[in-house]
């Protein structure tokens, strides 16, 4: 089954990692994005660590497809 991710989501992360990248993430962020996280998979009965993995790996390696 494909993990589903929503454009907010997305950009969230996409915050998230510019900030750390930059060295700049901030515990409000970074708990922004899990809350997110959290929230998504259980409204779309897809496991958090699956939809956490897929969100990061969407916005830090775009090219993998």
């Known amino acids: 089954m494909a993990i589903e991710l929503t454009d907010e989501l997305i950009a969230l992360e996409q915050a998230a990692w510019a900030e750390q990248q930059e ?34 790996r969407v916005v830090r390696h775009p090219t993998q497809d």
């Open 23 to 56: 060295n700049r993430l901030t515990v409000e962020t970074a708990a922004r994005v899990q809350a997110a996280v959290t929230d998504h998979a259980a409204a779309t009965e897809q496991s958090r660590y699956e939809v956490e993995r897929e969100l990061k």
